[in-house]
């Protein structure tokens, strides 16, 4: 492919993940996860007050530190895949944070965007909120991601944020798939058909509704 660093962004219960792997496989890439381990998130589901903004701060400095390790001698050498946009720190924030602890938070991302590679292309994967619910309570049953069971109005909230974010993204190449009809993560023609995609996208924004 003409890509050589890719980012998969959606929100939660989107399937960036899965993906993410699955397309490291075929193309013998580099991929890049996110390390989802917060010691804050306990007391933030818990609606502690101050651990939202620790939480954020926690995932923001994870983040820079992932991705300003990418060199371009790196992204030049093999291809990299991300399951996540840097710049998405900020919906995450805008939901989360009140008005003085998103000053400060705004003035540290300002610092550490900087250091940060834009990738050459994003895959966002778009689903409607209802779908997102079903696949957190379906994960939520395995005891290791009982932090997923978000309150519905939050989950709908961030989707309604993602989508807002992405209708009006144009930093980079963006390929907008709708996932309603199909699950990456279970399915090799699916993930075959997305590769035709991404060979033949070009600048600016396009759409791919994958079918069964």
Same mark, same amino acid.
């Given at each position: 492919?003409?890509?050589? %660093?890719? &980012? ?29 381990? =917060?010691?804050?998130? #306990?007391?933030? %589901? ?8 620790? &939480?954020? !701060?926690?995932?923001?400095? *994870? @983040?820079?530190? +992932?991705?300003?390790?990418?060199? +371009? ?19 995450? #924030? ?5 008005? *003085?602890?998103?000053?400060?938070? +705004? ?5 550490? %965007? @900087? ?23 379906? @994960?939520?049953? *395995? ?15 961030? =989707? ?8 009006? %993204?144009? &930093? ?8 309603? +009809? ?7 023609? #699916?993930?075959?058909?997305? !590769? ?17």
């Amino acid at each position: 492919m003409d890509y050589r %660093y890719l &980012a998969i962004e959606g929100p939660v219960g989107a399937g960036k993940t899965a993906l993410a792997e699955r397309l490291a496989l075929r193309l013998d890439a580099t991929a890049i996860l996110e390390d989802a381990d =917060n010691p804050f998130l #306990a007391d933030f %589901y818990q609606d502690r007050p101050g651990s939202a903004f620790q &939480a954020q !701060l926690f995932f923001l400095l *994870n @983040r820079h530190r +992932q991705l300003s390790g990418l060199r +371009q001698t790196d992204l030049f050498s093999q291809v990299s895949i991300c399951d996540y946009l840097f710049d998405r720190d900020r919906i995450y #924030a805008y939901l989360s944070l009140d008005d *003085n602890e998103l000053f400060i938070y +705004q003035r540290l991302y300002d610092l550490l %965007y @900087r250091d940060i590679p834009a990738p050459d292309l994003v895959v966002y994967l778009q689903a409607p909120t209802d779908l997102l619910l079903k696949r957190l309570r379906d @994960r939520a049953r *395995n005891p290791e991601h009982e932090a997923l069971r978000l309150a519905p109005d939050y989950v709908k909230e961030m =989707n309604e944020a993602y989508q807002h974010f992405f209708f009006h %993204y144009t &930093a980079t190449p963006l390929l907008v798939v709708e996932t309603s +009809q199909i699950d990456f993560g279970r399915s090799d023609d #699916a993930v075959d058909d997305l !590769l035709r995609q991404l060979r033949t996208i070009g600048r600016g924004t396009q759409y791919y509704v994958p079918r069964k």
